[in-house]
């Protein structure tokens, strides 16, 4: 089974960290996401709090609560 896309539809991009605001991936993740394996989707998704957590250092004003 595929694994679900983290987007959540606010496709927003932090200048500093080139992610988006809202499923902490960078352009080319989100660009490549139909492609990637399963394995490298689960990379992605399991970096998520390490990103957000980056984003709140960088960008603060940008950070969902």
Do not use: Y
């Amino acid at each position: 089974m595929a694994v679900k896309s983290p987007c959540i539809d606010v496709c927003a991009f932090d200048g500093k960290t080139k992610m988006c605001v809202g499923c902490f991936r960078t352009l080319d993740e989100i660009r490549g996401w139909k492609k990637m394996t399963d394995h490298r989707r689960h990379q992605v998704i399991n970096d998520r709090s390490r990103r957000q957590a980056k984003l709140q250092r960088e960008s603060p004003e940008l950070a969902p609560d």
